[in-house]
C-alpha cells in the first residue's frame, strides 16, 4: 500500500512562479527523498532531508518536513519550463533486514507553462 | 559517479515468452538492488530487494516464481518476467545502493519498458 499521498495530483503553472506539492504519510521514518520523473524515464534524486531535520534548500529546491503532522512539502522557486515532470515523495523505513525501504508517494504531475 | 544502466530500455515480447532484464551499477558496488514496477500515471511499487550472494525478499503479492530475481554480483542484478502475460505490461525500474560512499542511498536505472502482446 502507498506510504505517501501529494496534492496536488497535477499541477500547472506559468514559468517564473513558485511550485509548491506537499505529501503525507502515516508511519515513522528515518528520512524523506524527493524524485524526479521525467516522462517515460527513470527518477533523479533531488533531496534527502531527515527526521530530525526541519528544512533544507537545494538551489531552487526548498523542503520543509513537519513529523508531529506527517507531512513534508518541495517548493521550486522560479520555476523554468525544464521543471516539468513529475515529482515523487519517498518515505524510507528501516526493513526487518536492515535494509532502507523506500515507500514512493502517488506523485505530482507538474507542468510549466513558458 | 553512481551510475545504473538497464538493458533493454524497451522490449516487446509474446504472451507467455520469458523476458530478463538487466541492471547494473557502472561504477560503485552495489550490494543491495530493489526492483520497482511502475503502470501509467501511477507511483513506484518496490517488488523486491535482493543483496548481492542471497535470495531476493519479495514483498506482498508479488509472486516470485514469476518474477525471478538473480544477484550473482556486485554489479549486476537481473529480473526474469516468466510466462509473460499482457497484464505484465509495465515500466520496471532498478535502483542500486552500496560501496563506501553509496551505502545508504539508492541510484535509479533509467527503466525499462516492457510490453507483452
Known amino acids: 500500500s502507498q506510504q505517501g499521498e501529494e496534492d496536488p495530483q497535477a499541477l500547472s503553472i506559468q514559468e517564473g512562479e513558485n511550485a509548491t506539492m506537499n505529501c503525507s504519510y502515516k508511519?515513522?521514518?528515518?528520512?524523506l527523498q524527493w524524485y524526479r520523473q521525467n516522462s517515460g524515464r527513470g527518477l533523479v534524486h533531488l533531496i534527502l532531508?531527515?527526521?530530525?531535520?526541519r528544512e533544507k534548500h537545494s538551489g531552487r529546491l526548498r523542503v520543509t518536513l513537519d513529523t508531529s503532522k506527517k507531512s513534508s512539502s518541495l517548493l521550486i522557486t522560479a520555476s523554468r519550463a525544464a521543471d516539468t515532470a513529475s515529482y515523487f515523495c519517498?518515505?524510507?523505513?528501516?526493513?526487518?533486514?536492515?535494509?532502507?525501504?523506500?515507500?514512493f508517494g502517488t506523485g505530482t504531475r507538474l507542468t510549466i507553462i513558458p | 559517479g553512481a551510475v545504473v544502466s538497464q538493458h533493454p530500455s524497451r522490449v516487446i515480447c509474446k504472451s507467455g515468452t520469458s523476458v530478463k532484464i538487466e541492471c547494473r551499477s557502472l561504477?560503485?558496488?552495489?550490494?543491495?538492488m530493489f526492483w520497482y514496477r511502475q503502470f501509467p500515471k501511477q507511483s513506484l511499487m518496490l517488488m523486491a530487494t535482493?543483496?548481492?550472494?542471497?535470495?531476493?525478499?519479495?514483498e506482498q503479492g508479488v509472486e516470485k516464481d514469476k518474477f525471478l530475481i538473480n544477484h550473482a554480483s556486485l554489479t549486476l542484478s537481473t529480473l526474469t518476467v516468466t510466462s509473460a502475460h499482457p497484464e505484465d505490461s509495465s515500466f520496471y525500474i532498478c535502483?542500486?545502493?552500496?560501496?563506501?560512499?553509496?551505502?545508504?542511498?539508492?541510484?535509479f536505472g533509467p527503466g525499462t519498458r516492457l510490453t507483452v502482446l
Open positions: 508511519t515513522s521514518i528515518n528520512n
Open positions: 535482493s543483496n548481492e550472494g542471497s535470495k531476493a525478499t519479495y
Open positions: 519517498a518515505t524510507v523505513l528501516i526493513s526487518n533486514f536492515g535494509n532502507e525501504k523506500l515507500t
Open positions: 532531508i531527515r527526521s530530525n531535520e
Open positions: 535502483s542500486a545502493r552500496g560501496g563506501e560512499t553509496h551505502y545508504n542511498e539508492q541510484f
Open positions: 561504477d560503485f558496488q552495489a550490494t543491495t
